[in-house]
T-cell receptor
């Protein structure tokens, strides 16, 4: 079974802090994704990566950055956390060129910025 | 613009009955894929079913089937014989090509509650 592991289920941080969310997958997937989920808005893509050190902006990249130094690990960084970044964050991974294969998700991190 | 629309924020169904969750999509691409995911209250996203735009048959996976009407751009999820464990949020998503790979666009989700 595919395993996507997010480092924390719940996280509480303060405004202005630098926050790191970590995601690791064990299926040798080329693609990795970070989403945020808010009520009534569904999942919105923040950033994604299709290879080591490669990244592309999603629909809402402002206030976030990412890092992918190893194939299995994809980190989301909140450079200076703000209260409007309080949300559920979901990491996912998939094979790059298999269009019928789903993205596999981690359990999510509920992040609160105080 | 590429978009997924789920117009039912919440739905109720009686246990053992069938239920249909609506999904419409908008794309000008000829090749695309449609996915349904289930998200229980615990938060994890569970893949349910996939339909390719060129697939002639409607996809089925156990109690889940996808009613794919290409001309109407709809991809409704049908759950037969509902169970209490089906209570969850359900998301429809469309795979689109972006730059060097594919990504998913999600709808707003539908919360399903199964009544005993």
């Amino acid at each position: 079974d595919v395993k996507v592991t997010q480092s924390s289920r719940y996280l509480v941080k303060r405004t202005g802090e630098k926050v790191f969310l970590e995601c690791v997958q064990d299926m040798d997937h080329e693609n990795m994704f970070w989403y945020r989920q808010d009520p009534g808005l569904g999942l919105r893509l923040i950033y994604f990566s299709y290879d080591v050190k490669m990244k592309e902006k999603g629909d809402i990249p402002e206030g976030y950055s990412v890092s992918r130094e190893k194939k299995e690990r994809f980190s989301l960084i909140l450079e200076s956390a703000s209260t409007n970044q309080t949300s559920m964050y979901l990491c996912a991974s998939s094979f790059r060129d298999r269009r019928n294969q789903p993205q596999h998700f981690g359990d999510g991190t509920r992040l609160s910025i105080l | 613009a590429q978009k997924i629309t789920q117009t039912q924020p919440g739905m109720f169904v009686q246990e053992k009955e069938a239920v249909t969750l609506d999904c419409t999509y908008d794309t000008s691409d000829q090749s695309y894929g449609l996915f349904w995911y289930k998200q229980p209250s615990s938060g994890e996203m569970i893949f349910l079913i996939y339909q390719g735009s060129y697939d002639e048959q409607n996809a089925t996976e156990g109690r889940y089937s996808l009613n794919f009407q290409k001309a109407r751009k709809s991809a409704n999820l049908v759950i037969s014989a509902s169970q209490l464990g089906d209570s969850a949020m359900y998301f429809c998503a469309m795979r689109v090509v972006s730059g060097n790979t594919g990504k998913l666009i999600f709808g707003q989700g539908t919360t399903l509650q199964v009544k005993p």
